[in-house]
């Protein structure tokens, strides 16, 4: 019995033991990492965590942008990530790696135990009681993806016209506020999780939805 199908057992004897939980509890799991936030911490204040000198962050043609830090023994590192919506300014995404890249910059301030409730080295059964049931299962990762909303405010209810004569009134409630669609990937070596990226690929925005035709 080879390896990837063990691991694929593993996976499916954790799922049926653990219920779904809500996206934004989840969101909040993984948004943070160390003192960061996603979609709110400056790249510049992650440099200047690290100790770091601070390096500009750009991509061609809206790609995604990286830079990589590692702790003193080499054998941890965190990928930090920019580049949603041509934003390379902010932090949103991040990857926890094992056995780091020699390119990768030195921190003293890097420690596995400051990367927050997911660390590398757990095994599959607690991340899925953490994040819920996956979305996607292979041999090679296991994968989520979360839509989150989180509101500015109260939703506005008002009447709109509609119809050919613009007589015709609909009653719709209009949502204002951060939309989140989350990525989440986690691959595993044996049944020890060797690697997770989070990628949140947020913007302000505004929904109308329909109460009453």
């Known amino acids: 019995m080879n390896k990837a199908f063990i691991f694929l057992l593993v996976m499916l004897t954790s799922i049926s033991t653990y219920s779904d939980e809500n996206?934004?509890?989840?969101?909040?799991?993984?948004?943070?990492i160390y003192d960061?936030?996603?979609?709110d911490t400056k790249i510049v204040d992650v440099f200047k965590y690290f100790d770091v000198e601070n390096h500009k962050l750009h991509g061609e043609k809206h790609e995604?942008?990286?830079a990589c830090f590692k702790d003193l023994?080499?054998?941890?590192?965190?990928?930090?990530?920019t580049g949603n919506l041509h934003d390379?300014?902010?932090?949103?995404?991040?990857?926890?790696?094992?056995?780091?890249?020699?390119?990768?910059?030195?921190s003293r301030e890097l420690k596995r135990e400051g990367s927050g409730r997911i660390q590398l080295g757990i095994d599959s059964s607690t991340l899925i009681s953490i994040l819920g049931k996956p979305d996607k299962?292979?041999?090679?990762?296991v994968s989520w993806k979360l839509?989150?909303?989180i509101p500015?405010?109260?939703?506005?209810?008002?009447?709109?016209?509609?119809?050919?004569?613009?007589?015709?009134?609909?009653?719709?409630?209009?949502?204002?506020?951060?939309?989140?669609?989350?990525?989440?990937?986690?691959?595993?070596?044996?049944?020890?999780?060797?690697?997770?990226?989070?990628?949140?690929?947020?913007?302000?925005?505004?929904?109308?939805?329909?109460?009453?035709?």
Request: aromatic share 14%; with cysteine; net charge negative.
């Open 147 to 149: 839509d989150v909303l």
């Open 73 to 81: 023994d080499s054998k941890f590192g965190l990928v930090v990530i």
């Open 152 to 213: 500015f405010d109260k939703p506005i209810v008002r009447s709109w016209r509609a119809g050919p004569t613009d007589k015709k009134y609909t009653q719709v409630q209009t949502i204002s506020g951060e939309y989140h669609a989350v990525l989440i990937k986690a691959e595993f070596e044996g049944n020890s999780l060797s690697l997770l990226e989070v990628m949140d690929y947020s913007e302000a925005d505004f929904n109308i939805e329909n109460v009453y035709d």
């Open 64 to 66: 995604l942008s990286e």
């Open 137 to 141: 299962i292979t041999s090679k990762e």
């Open 88 to 106: 390379y300014e902010t932090l949103y995404g991040y990857r926890l790696i094992e056995n780091p890249d020699k390119s990768c910059f030195q």
């Open 23 to 32: 996206e934004l509890s989840k969101f909040e799991v993984v948004r943070s």
């Open 36 to 39: 960061f936030s996603l979609s």
